[in-house]
């Protein structure tokens, strides 16, 4: 079982920056792709940014585009998201997922929530104007 914990949610400023860290135990963390996703009150549940499991592929989200950037530490078991210039529309419940990931390097990582096996619990990202 694998077992992901996120840190670094709060409230921060328009315009303010925020590191969000999700630590993952319990199995090979270099074998997994990771996600973040972003739930706001009353809406679905997004991914906001994800990463291959060897770190060469990212994806994010349009709107995140040139604001946030999403990093892994194998050798830490964990997954960064930096994010810069932050809106009110970023705010919401941020969290990290996991997913056995392609053996490929050249694969992406997977981009819906129903792909993902393993989830944390979020922390709170809140954004005031």
């Known amino acids: 079982q694998l077992q992901l914990v996120e840190s670094g949610g709060g409230l921060v400023h328009t315009g303010g920056s925020l590191t969000l860290s999700c630590e993952v135990s319990g199995r090979t963390f270099s074998n997994y792709a990771i996600g973040w996703f972003s739930q706001a009150t009353g809406k679905e549940r997004d991914c906001v940014a994800a990463?291959?499991?060897?770190?060469?592929?990212?994806y994010y989200t349009d709107s995140v585009k040139g604001r946030f950037t999403i990093s892994r530490d194998n050798a830490k078991n964990t997954v960064f998201l930096q994010m810069n210039t932050l809106k009110p529309e970023d705010a919401a419940v941020y969290y990290c997922?996991?997913?056995?990931?392609?053996?490929?390097?050249?694969?992406?990582?997977?981009?819906?929530?129903?792909?993902?096996?393993?989830w944390g619990q979020g922390t709170q990202v809140t954004v005031s104007s």
């Open positions: 990463i291959n499991r060897f770190g060469g592929i990212t």
């Open positions: 997922a996991a997913v056995l990931g392609s053996e490929s390097p050249s694969t992406g990582p997977p981009v819906f929530p129903s792909l993902y096996d393993y």
